[in-house]
């Protein structure tokens, strides 16, 4: 993603400050055992010539740990079954420069033109504080190939240098004689060493100008290859986080108000503590933008949840007790109007002049369009481990963010950052959620009441279901100028919805937090970056504070955003009695790679081909985290309902590291974005969340799930996101077919005929 940005400032901001070299690490950066040598801050050979990655992100389903370490086994010549993965720690080396550096907001021309925008600079003190400072180490954005992709093919290509150099000078044979093969340095005349018989001296040896391969020697990358996951997921020895099992280990069961923001009062405690199993009951601090709550240890989780459940609570109101979708709903709407006629919110692109546009306009097209709260709902319940010890806290959670779990636990605990280890465990899903850190909070403060035990903290559907930090509501007014031929010369959006990032850093990072109106480029990401060729624009946003919890999910602001965008850019098709896809197109004649990217989804979709009787096609392209994916959605009415039939996806990823990670990745985000589109929804009322567990917040099944379709254009660009950019074309793909088949235009989600 950073190297897709070409000359960009945002290049400038990273790597000029962290370059892939100062990314490589020190050789005693590791801990080292059982005849281990370090080679660099990534890399340790082991005794037997095995490969040790240093893994600094998380594994929740979407293939990274195979991803990264295939980038590793390339520049090193060794199989991918050679390559074991340790977790990383806590140094700054681990940091996730790509995902805070790409985060700054760019149109597409302004990214190959180099220029700033007014949300960049606004944007840059994020950048110089969590990229430069802190090194955060996150798992998200859909950034970990791209953070990775120079740093560890570099540490790799280094390791494998100083390997070789350490068996010319034992040899006394010349470098370029040498080759590598399976883990095994060799000489036609007869020598060969394994890596394991090499790295001690290797590990002495500078090497500079490290000269990474050329594609065309790549063997593994670009290449499918099994996922080094499946092997314990299939066999259940993998580790989720729910699985950990300690000696003595207690489980809690947490109890929140079911009132957004309420806390308990008076507490009977009686009929809990006379159940069996039953050990204590915690009250639990607000922790991390968590709320007050209350939680019941017990000798295991059902004792825990049996206990949790008898307390009897006086819960006490909090100003989000007022809260009401209808009302909030209504409010985004009124402000985002008023902004859209007054020219207010904040400008995050103009182009042209869009007074100049409505006054040679012969027509003008209005329509609003509407999104909900929508909650994670990640198949493992929200959890934690945490055991106190003799000053020490040790940490086993599934999470995206280690790093500021690390600083939360040492301040509930009152010890020092260092005297805490994360173990980070298999991830049942995080789509964001597990970016938040309260449960990690919570877990803390009911061990320090267990004598030294660890306790598993666990939250019941329920309670996830209820005080989630939800993807916010937003609203768009969306308008457009028509000249005479009916071509589209002015376009303005304005939308309105709560702001994300700064909430975020006040939970996770409350020592960097910014100002409380710093523009939040998540809000209007989707919409401000465009790759139309529109010649007057103005993409404004109104932040706007609720009083809900909010918070990131897959994909962020482009879930909903590209639903506004991508469904009106077919009616104004419709209205210039165009073609959707040609319509795109003609306003798409510099942007060849976009082009390119609808063009084949089109193709292999049987685009212009009749549909089956009763079905009919809808298509969306849209930009996301470095990479352009296009979707064409067959659809069909079943019972007066939708039935989508197949999706034929085309992406331009860049340099494509797994296909078949990418196929998967498409697949799942295709199947996460279905759900939301048909059934995801968040209501509130009096404060209290009325949704509660699947049966009515409901997931797309197998039954359901359409055939899925991955066709990727090649490239020879850095590595763009994988994981999120399949979900925002989903949802306008959808009605828009659902518009061809129907007549009907939907502009609110979820989907509703």
């Known amino acids: 993603m950073l190297s897709a940005l070409g000359t960009a400032g945002a290049l400038v901001v990273g790597w000029g400050v962290l370059p892939p070299r100062s990314r490589v690490g020190r050789v005693d950066t590791l801990p080292l055992a059982d005849g281990e040598v370090g080679l660099n801050g990534w890399i340790k050979i082991a005794a037997d010539g095995g490969v040790v990655l240093a893994m600094n992100r998380s594994e929740m389903g979407q293939g990274v740990h195979t991803a990264l370490a295939m980038l590793v ?57 969590l990229a430069r400072e802190l090194g955060i180490s996150v798992t998200g954005g859909s950034s970990s190939v791209a953070d990775a992709w120079d740093v560890l093919r570099l540490a790799a290509a280094t390791a494998r240098a100083q390997l070789v150099g350490a068996a010319s000078l034992h040899w006394r044979l010349p470098v370029d004689e040498l080759t590598v093969d399976a883990g095994v340095v060799s000489h036609a005349s007869g020598p060969k060493a394994h890596f394991g018989e090499l790295a001690r001296m290797a590990s002495a040896i500078p090497v500079s100008n490290i000269t990474l391969k050329e594609p065309t020697d790549w063997k593994l990358i670009g290449r499918a290859a099994p996922r080094i996951d499946v092997g314990a997921k299939v066999n259940g020895s993998a580790r989720f986080g729910i699985d950990v099992r300690l000696p003595d280990q207690l489980f809690a069961v947490v109890r929140h108000c079911p009132m957004l923001g309420g806390s308990p009062g008076r507490i009977d405690v009686d009929a809990a503590m006379k159940l069996p199993g039953v050990e204590r009951v915690v009250r639990l601090g607000p922790y991390a933008g968590s709320t007050a709550a209350v939680a019941v240890v017990g000798r295991s989780s059902w004792h825990a949840r049996q206990g949790a459940q008898a307390l009897v609570i006086e819960w006490r109101g909090a100003p ?20 859209a006629h007054s020219g207010g919110g904040f400008t995050f692109y103009r182009r042209g002049s869009i007074d100049d546009a409505r006054r040679v306009q012969a027509r003008h097209v209005e329509a609003v369009y509407r999104a909900p709260y929508l909650a994670h709902a990640a198949m493992e319940p929200i959890n934690c481990t945490a055991r106190v010890q003799d000053g020490k806290v040790d940490l086993w959670v599934p999470t995206q963010v280690p790093s500021l779990c690390r600083t939360l636990a040492a301040r509930v605990a009152g010890v020092a950052i260092d005297a805490v280890t994360v173990h980070v465990t298999y991830l049942g899903g995080g789509f964001g959620r597990r970016l938040e850190v309260d449960f990690v909070g919570q877990a803390v403060r009911v061990a320090l009441e267990t004598g030294g035990r660890a306790v598993q903290l666990l939250w019941p559907r329920e309670e996830d279901m209820g005080h989630d930090f939800y993807r916010p509501a937003a609203v768009a007014v969306m308008q457009a100028s028509l000249d005479a031929q009916g071509s589209v010369t002015g376009l303005q959006i304005t939308s309105a919805g709560d702001a994300i990032t700064p909430r975020w850093i006040e939970r996770g990072l409350p020592a960097l937090a910014g100002p409380a109106d710093l523009p939040d480029k998540t809000a209007s990401e989707g919409l401000f970056d465009l790759p139309y060729a529109f010649a007057h624009q103005r993409i404004a946003h109104v932040a706007t504070q609720s009083g809900v919890p909010v918070g990131f999910w897959r994909s962020v602001g482009h879930s909903h955003n590209a639903f506004f965008s991508e469904s009106f850019i077919d009616e104004l098709a419709h209205d210039a009695r165009q073609d959707p896809l040609a319509f795109r197109l003609a306003l798409l004649t510099d942007m060849p790679r976009h082009a390119a990217v609808l063009k084949l989804a089109a193709a292999k979709a049987g685009w212009g081909t009749p549909a089956l009787a009763g079905r009919a096609r809808g298509v969306a392209l849209h930009e996301s985290f470095g990479s352009i994916v296009a979707e064409v959605v067959e659809v069909s009415l079943v019972d007066g309902k939708p039935k989508v039939h197949r999706v034929v996806c085309a992406a331009d990823i860049g340099t494509v590291v797994n296909p078949g990670i990418v196929a998967q990745q498409m697949e799942s985000a295709v199947v996460f974005a279905l759900s939301a589109a048909l059934h995801g929804r968040i209501d509130i009322e009096d404060g209290v969340v009325k949704q509660t567990n699947f049966p009515n917040h409901p997931l797309v099944r197998l039954a359901d799930a359409p055939r899925v379709e991955t066709h990727l254009v090649a490239s020879t660009r850095a590595p763009g996101g994988v994981g999120e950019p399949g979900t925002p074309p989903l949802a306008p793909a959808l009605a828009n077919a659902l518009f061809a088949l129907t007549g009907k235009r939907l502009r609110e989600l979820p989907l509703r005929l």
């Open 73 to 129: 086994a390339e520049e090193l010549d060794v199989p991918l079954a050679s390559v074991r993965l340790i977790d990383a720690g806590s140094d700054k080396l681990y940091g996730n420069v790509a995902m805070f550096v790409d985060g700054l907001p760019f149109h597409p021309s302004e990214r190959e033109a180099g220029a700033e925008t007014r949300s960049v600079r606004a944007g840059q003190w994020i950048v110089g504080k």
């Open 320 to 339: 989000a007790g007022n809260a009401d979708t209808r009302r909030i709903e209504q409010a985004l709407e009124r402000s985002a109007r008023d902004a």
